[in-house]
């Protein structure tokens, strides 16, 4: 894995994005703002999540006021997303947001982007500049290449820059892997403003957490990105889970609690159900250990096998684990050896009495 790029840092409210801070998680609201009480919910739904910025779409001059309510009840800095309306903009700097997304180019004209700018200083709040493959000018861009991307967000980033702003975040995507890959790899050559990473429009379920894990992890993997978002058609709960999973993957979130599981087989006893016993095992292990491991600054690996092939064997590196055998009974191990046969009913129980014992000695 590369060293990620050291980018311009900037400050939302109390995140920090750029510069070698951490790889934060972001999602957007799906409910109208003006639904306040059920728009609070899900900002802070998201936030136990491990979202660190929420973004949330202000389509009219009202939008702002119920801003106002919204950022009192909740911890966690909120984005506004604005278009067309740059005075919409500024009475979200002003109603406390602490990032706005805008487009330069459509938010009005150079007095209203001065306007912007001379908020966006004022409040210390940085802009963010979205970009995607359905907001390249056809005129300017016939067709959509990563190149055409790029220029996009340049022409936009120059406007920012020809005011002498530079608190800048720039997000450059695609629907499409390829381009979304090329495109960030490009435009990090061209500046170094922290990016924003994903994959537009990446549709739901297994469908957007292959694609987005594909074009996200790669980036990371390049050294590119300081804040992600999973678009994910849906509970955005459920892109908070993906990205961390993806940041885990990539190195740049610590697991603390990592469950192996095999995909079962022909040798996998009928009476038991895995996928059950390793969901259950996910839940309590991490509800009980997360904290103290966390306290140790240390990790815990804990597998689920289908028998006895993929027990002790092909799990050495477990901490701990269980591994079916027949009617109804599995193995209990740890490192690696064999501890003792429990049957099914007892087995969650069992394994979280020797991760116990194990926790309580590293």
Do not use: W
């Not at 939302?12 to 059920?38: H, K, Y």
């Not at 939008?63 to 903009?89: E, N, Q």
């Not at 684990?321 to 191990?333: E, M, P, S, V, Y």
């Amino acid at each position: 894995m590369r060293q990620r790029k050291k980018t311009k840092q900037v400050k939302a409210g109390s995140l920090a994005i750029g510069g070698g801070a951490p790889v934060s998680i972001q999602s957007m609201t799906n409910i109208p703002i003006e639904r306040v009480d059920e728009t609070i919910a899900q900002i802070m739904q998201l936030a136990d999540q491990g979202a660190g910025l929420v973004r949330l779409a202000l389509r009219n001059a009202e939008s702002a006021g119920y801003l106002k309510k919204i950022i009192p009840a909740v911890s966690i800095p909120l984005c506004a997303d604005v278009h067309f309306d740059y005075r919409i903009a500024v009475a979200a700097i002003r109603a406390g947001a602490s990032k706005v997304r805008i487009n330069p180019g459509n938010i009005g004209d150079a007095v209203g982007v001065r306007e912007v700018v001379k908020a966006a200083r004022d409040h210390g709040v940085p802009i963010r500049i979205g970009v995607n493959s359905g907001s390249v000018d056809r005129r300017k861009f016939p067709e959509v290449t990563p190149g055409s991307l790029v220029a996009s967000a340049m022409e936009h980033v120059r406007i920012l820059e020809d005011n002498d702003f530079t608190d800048i975040v720039v997000s450059i995507k695609s629907s499409d892997i390829l381009q979304t890959i090329e495109a960030n790899k490009l435009f990090s050559d061209e500046r170094d403003y922290p990016v924003h990473i994903g994959l537009t429009e990446a549709g739901y379920g297994v469908t957007c957490m292959v694609q987005s894990s594909v074009a996200i992890g790669h980036l990371l993997m390049l050294g590119i990105g300081d804040t992600i978002r999973v678009s994910m058609t849906g509970d955005p709960a459920e892109e908070i889970i993906v990205a961390r999973r993806i940041l885990e993957s990539v190195g740049e979130r610590r697991c603390l609690v990592r469950i192996v599981s095999c995909p079962t087989c022909g040798r996998t006893d009928p009476s038991l159900d895995i996928l059950d016993l390793a969901q259950r095992v996910d839940q309590e292990v991490t509800a009980r250990f997360e904290k103290i491991l966390a306290e140790k600054n240390t990790t815990l690996q804990v597998a689920v096998m289908g028998c006895e092939v993929n027990g002790p064997g092909e799990a050495k590196e477990a901490d701990a684990g269980l591994a079916g055998i027949r009617d109804g009974r599995l193995l209990l191990f740890a490192k690696g050896e064999k501890v003792k046969v429990v049957d099914h009913r007892d087995a969650v129980t069992a394994l979280i009495e020797e991760i116990g014992k194990v926790v309580n000695a590293f």
